[in-house]
């Protein structure tokens, strides 16, 4: 795996919009927007791209923004490339941007939902160490928790370790309580079965922690979508899956993560931070950890950003 660069002490991060338009999303844009600049970085954002909308949900058409993603990959005195939002229509671009990246040094590209199909197919086809983390509205988005100093610590490198969940799982909720080692891949499992027998489809990889979380979808579309990630082999020789919020009522999400473990036949450790509500951190999409159930943390003796690169 290539480490993209950490950094700096005062990043200059490029915003992207590759996925859904920003229309509804105006005001936890900007917030999110003050709250990297607050925090120190430099943001380079086009308002115009906020304002692009094709087809009534897509921030603009294919060529537009596969070429801002593509763009920001070589714009001179980038340190970082962050998701604007999630939403749809990553899928249609993600071949194209891997292709392109290929060819590239990695650089730091951060984002989670349907960022996923980017981030998965950059780590597990181009080989980059890629972050599940948040959007740029989910910075300035009231339901979601961000600790930005602790996430920008990450991506500078003085953090390797990531706790998660402190309260233990509930009675009947399945767990495992055995230190697990392995290489993190995943993000939203809707996306991820989107992207089953398709080109975008993530290239199997060899004992992996499947991070998963959803965004309310009912139990039997989760069921759907997970028998079609095991249905096409997606989870291969997997080590463990880890759940993040699935966005359900709390019975349902207990019921949810009960049929989860027992179709996936994998140790199942629960309160990844990572979903559309609550806590969400960020977390290294191809990098190596240990995901460790007694201490509730994933962590790596190593960066998962090169120090000496930046």
């Known amino acids: 795996m290539r480490r993209p660069p950490a950094l700096p002490d005062r990043p200059v991060i490029r915003v992207i919009h590759p996925c859904g338009t920003l229309a509804p999303h105006q005001g936890p844009l900007e917030a999110g927007l003050a709250r990297l600049e607050a925090a120190g970085c430099e943001v380079r954002w086009d308002p115009t791209r906020a304002e692009d909308c094709w087809r009534g949900y897509l921030a603009g058409t294919d060529e537009t923004r596969a070429a801002e993603f593509v763009a920001?990959?070589?714009?001179?005195?980038?340190?970082?490339?962050?998701?604007?939002?999630?939403?749809?229509?990553?899928?249609?671009?993600?071949?194209?941007?891997?292709?392109?990246?290929?060819?590239?040094?990695?650089?730091?590209?951060?984002?989670?939902?349907?960022?996923?199909?980017?981030?998965?197919?950059?780590?597990?086809?181009?080989?980059?160490?890629?972050?599940?983390?948040?959007?740029?509205?989910?910075?300035?988005?009231?339901?979601?928790?961000?600790?930005?100093?602790?996430?920008?610590?990450?991506?500078?490198?003085?953090?390797?370790?990531?706790?998660?969940?402190?309260?233990?799982?509930?009675?009947?909720?399945?767990?495992?309580?055995?230190?697990?080692?392995?290489?993190?891949?995943?993000?939203?499992?809707?996306?991820?079965?989107?992207?089953?027998?398709?080109?975008?489809?993530?290239?199997?990889?060899?004992?992996?922690?499947?991070?998963?979380?959803?965004?309310?979808?009912?139990?039997?579309?989760?069921?759907?979508?997970?028998w079609q990630l095991r249905a096409a082999n997606a989870l291969g020789d997997a080590r463990a899956l880890w759940l993040g919020d699935l966005g359900l009522s709390d019975e349902a999400e207990r019921s949810a993560r009960v049929h989860l473990a027992d179709d996936a036949a994998l140790p199942l450790v629960n309160g990844a931070p990572a979903g559309h509500r609550g806590r969400l951190d960020i977390l290294p999409i191809g990098g190596w950890g240990t995901l460790d159930p007694e201490a509730r943390t994933f962590s790596s003796p190593h960066p998962w950003v090169d120090r000496e690169g930046r």
């Open 72 to 226: 920001a990959l070589d714009e001179p005195g980038v340190h970082g490339v962050w998701f604007a939002r999630g939403g749809s229509g990553g899928a249609r671009i993600a071949e194209r941007v891997a292709r392109a990246a290929a060819d590239r040094p990695p650089r730091i590209v951060v984002g989670f939902s349907d960022a996923t199909v980017f981030l998965d197919l950059l780590a597990s086809r181009v080989g980059w160490v890629t972050f599940h983390g948040p959007a740029v509205t989910s910075l300035g988005h009231p339901a979601i928790e961000v600790e930005l100093d602790a996430v920008l610590d990450v991506l500078r490198g003085a953090r390797r370790e990531i706790p998660f969940a402190d309260a233990a799982p509930a009675a009947g909720e399945p767990t495992s309580g055995i230190a697990i080692e392995g290489r993190l891949m995943g993000g939203n499992l809707t996306v991820l079965a989107a992207s089953m027998g398709t080109p975008v489809a993530p290239d199997p990889v060899a004992d992996a922690i499947w991070l998963l979380e959803d965004v309310g979808e009912p139990p039997y579309r989760l069921d759907r979508s997970f």
